[in-house]
């Protein structure tokens, strides 16, 4: 009897998994693609699974190129990547839902800051402040603090352009505005959540599942709005204003099926024990509507029936 990843049975594989497995992508999900990676393996030690987490600006291009199966990416595509593959292969790629993060602000422990607005982060971060900021924010006295916090200047950081983090946030947050030229960017998300720890008057952002001890998450109100946390609850209602899906993009070719080692995979990322592992690594799972949706969009079992 095969060994399985959910509560009931299902049918196995069409094809036995082999060879190479390759995902490039986005540094947000290295985590919990490494999460899914050594759980495939663990059942499957034959395949030679590869991960490479440069940005989520690399997957389309391992897709157009095929270098990789799987492009993991911490937003959607854009138009122009679309219409590359598109020009490419003739169709578009395929974007499947694999979970869901809260793109959290994040401040040094030490700061009294409990919460922060949306057109407030606009005009701390943006040069055009599109999304409503009334006036350039510089200091820490213009969110309202006193004392000897009224004068300091805020010490921005964020992830460097190729990041889909970096890409949701000028979307949502500045509204496609330009970033302040004197705003510290960095490659990876732990390596801006280790500045901010080591800046007394930082600020930053990054997916909740960066979260450290070093570090302090605000609270944020979208426009009009109380501050919510981001949490499970919040983000499920609708009332954090910074939610967003995560994705595992395939080249699947209309009226084909994916091929063993993805079809294997992604059965894995989509069952009961690949979404635990979402929650592991500080994610939150995708309601079970919408797994059950994909799961019968890509022909895939509700759980992978192992040998």
């Known amino acids: 009897m095969g060994l399985c990843l959910a509560v009931a049975c299902a049918p196995t594989l069409k094809a036995s998994p082999g060879g190479n497995l390759s995902s490039v992508g986005s540094d947000t999900m290295h985590q919990v693609m490494q999460l899914w990676g050594d759980e495939f393996k663990r059942h499957f030690p034959q395949v030679n699974f590869q991960l490479q987490s440069s940005g989520s600006s690399t997957a389309p291009v391992a897709l157009i190129e095929g270098t990789a199966a799987l492009g993991h990416m911490s937003r959607a595509m854009r138009q122009s990547e679309l219409q590359q593959f598109e020009q490419r292969f003739g169709y578009p790629p395929t974007a499947i839902p694999v979970a869901i993060d809260l793109l959290a602000v994040y401040v ?4 009294p800051l409990t919460h922060i607005s949306l057109a407030q982060l606009d005009a701390v971060f943006s040069i055009n402040r599109r999304c409503g900021g009334t006036g350039d924010i510089q200091q820490w006295g213009q969110l309202g603090l006193t004392g000897r916090w009224q004068q300091r200047y805020i010490n921005l950081f964020s992830r460097n352009s190729v990041s889909g ?34 800046s007394v008057t930082g600020i930053g952002y990054s997916g909740i599942g960066y979260a450290t001890s070093g570090v302090k998450v605000l609270a944020l109100a ?10 499970l609850d919040n983000a499920l209602s609708g009332r954090y204003p910074l939610a967003r899906q995560l994705y595992i993009y395939v080249n699947l070719e209309p009226g084909k099926r994916l091929a063993a080692n993805e079809q294997a995979f992604l059965t894995l990322v989509l069952s009961a024990k690949g979404q635990q592992l979402v929650q592991a690594d500080g994610f939150l799972p995708l309601p079970v509507e919408l797994i059950q949706h994909w799961q019968q969009q890509l022909g895939l079992a509700s759980e992978l029936a192992l040998p």
Not at 108 to 111: L, T
Not at 171 to 196: E, F
Request: proline letters at 6%; hydrophobic letters at 35%.
């Open 108 to 111: 040094h422990p030490d700061n």
């Open 165 to 198: 983090t970096y890409g949701f946030f000028k979307q949502h947050v500045l509204c496609n505005g330009d970033i302040k030229p004197r705003t510290n960017q960095l490659a990876g998300s732990s390596a801006m959540l280790r500045a901010i720890s080591q």
């Open 222 to 231: 979208a426009n009009g709005e109380d501050a919510v946390a981001p949490t």
